[in-house]
């Protein structure tokens, strides 16, 4: 986290243990996610990544027990 909102994730390391496809897939959509995320913000349980142009590009809720 650079400042309140700007973020910057360094390339992830993965290991070479394959999962189903749909796993697959979903793992790399993820990683493209974190590679475009430019600012975020959280608010009220609500995690919310945006990509440079401040396009809504993934959000995320906390699970609560």
């Known amino acids: 986290v650079t400042n309140t909102h700007n973020l910057e994730i360094e390339p992830l390391g993965v290991t ?3 999962c ?3 796993v697959m897939k979903v793992e790399s959509k993820l990683f493209k996610v974190f590679n475009d ?4 913000n959280f608010d009220n349980n609500m995690l919310t990544f945006f990509n440079k142009e401040g396009d809504l590009i993934i ?3 906390k699970m609560t027990n």
């Open 59 to 61: 959000r995320a809720y």
């Open 20 to 22: 189903e496809d749909d």
């Open 16 to 18: 070479k243990m394959y």
């Open 37 to 40: 995320t430019n600012t975020f």
